[in-house]
C-alpha cells in the first residue's frame, strides 16, 4: 500500500502562484507515471499533468505554459507549481501514481485550489 499526501493548496486571487506538493510514502524512483489531476464542482476529473517513466511529461492544454510539474526523488515529492492561475483552475487537485508490479493507482486524499477573479 501507499500513501499520497498532498499539501500547498488555497485561496489565491487571478494571476497568482501556487505550488504544490505530493508526497508518497515509498520511493518514487521506479514509478510508471506520477502526476496531477483536478476536479471542480460538477465536472469529471482530469488530467492536468504527468511524468512517464520518469521521463515523458504530458500536459493538459488548458495549463500549458502555466503550470509546471517537477519531482524530487530523494524527497519522494512531486510538485505542481501554477502560475498565472485563473478562475477556471479552481478544483480539488488530486495526486496520483502507479508503480511496477502493484495493481492499480494511487491517489492522495486532494487539496483544494480556489481562485478569485
Known amino acids: 500500500q501507499v500513501q499520497l499526501v498532498e499539501s500547498g493548496g488555497g485561496l489565491v486571487q487571478a494571476g497568482g502562484s501556487l505550488r504544490l506538493s505530493c508526497v508518497a510514502s515509498r520511493s518514487i524512483d521506479d514509478t510508471n507515471s506520477m502526476g496531477w489531476y483536478r476536479q471542480a464542482p460538477g465536472k469529471q476529473r482530469e488530467l492536468v499533468t504527468m511524468?512517464?517513466?520518469?521521463?515523458?511529461?504530458i500536459y493538459a492544454d488548458s495549463v500549458k505554459g502555466r503550470f509546471t510539474i517537477s519531482r524530487d526523488n530523494a524527497k519522494n515529492t512531486v510538485y505542481l507549481q501554477m502560475n498565472s492561475l485563473k478562475p477556471e483552475d479552481t478544483a480539488v487537485y488530486y495526486c496520483?501514481?502507479?508503480?511496477?508490479?502493484?495493481?492499480?493507482?494511487?491517489w492522495g486524499q486532494g487539496t483544494q485550489v480556489t481562485v478569485s477573479s
Open positions: 511524468i512517464i517513466s520518469g521521463v515523458r511529461t
Open positions: 496520483c501514481a502507479t508503480f511496477p508490479r502493484m495493481t492499480g493507482a494511487y
